[in-house]
């Protein structure tokens, strides 16, 4: 910026290396501490935080790639990030200890495209059990997804068609 307005940028300078795959996905979430952490998902199934030398670290490769079209999701929920894509089991971080990297998320989650939270709940909706499907954890507890049990459900919307997101609130 300038006084009374903007000029032009004089160029463009790398921010990072590039990544091992196309990006599909991504989020910055702020840990207990303080401390940002950027996590990627690309194409082929992996998973990458930049660190602050603008390096790419896997925190997990390997996992089933988005569908064309498809992307990672992935939902902040403190002390955690859930990373979920149509194709794969939901896999989760620790953001205090992110180099033990992403693992399947216990519970039996269903597999979602879409996720976000409300409230003290993180929300799974067009799963792999019904488009129209939306499920939910128990209070704060992201390893209990068995509708009926201790806060956790289901709701099946008869009409509409597939879920195509949710707004976290």
């Keep these: 910026p300038k006084a009374n307005g903007y000029r032009p940028i004089a160029s463009l300078v790398p921010f990072s290396e590039p990544l091992p795959g196309v990006p599909v996905g991504g989020v910055s979430s702020r840990d207990a501490s303080g401390v940002f952490h950027t996590f990627v998902g690309t194409n082929d199934g992996g998973i990458y ?3 602050s ?3 790419w670290v896997a925190r997990g490769t390997g996992f089933s790639a988005p569908s064309d079209g498809g992307r990672w999701v992935f939902i902040p929920f403190t002390p955690f990030v859930i990373a979920i894509n149509a194709n794969q089991d939901p896999l989760f971080i620790k953001t205090n200890d992110t180099s033990a990297g992403f693992v399947v998320l216990p519970g039996n989650p269903p597999r979602a495209a879409y996720g976000w939270v409300a409230g003290d709940r993180v929300m799974l909706a067009n799963l792999d059990e019904g488009s129209n499907h939306v499920r939910w954890c128990s209070p704060n507890n ?3 997804w068995e509708p009926g049990i201790a806060g956790a459900d ?3 919307f008869p ?3 597939a879920i195509q997101g949710g707004v976290a609130f």
């Design 154 to 156: 289901v709701n099946i």
């Design 159 to 161: 009409t509409g068609g």
């Design 49 to 51: 935080e930049i660190t």
């Design 53 to 55: 030398d603008g390096s």
């Design 142 to 144: 992201i390893e209990q």
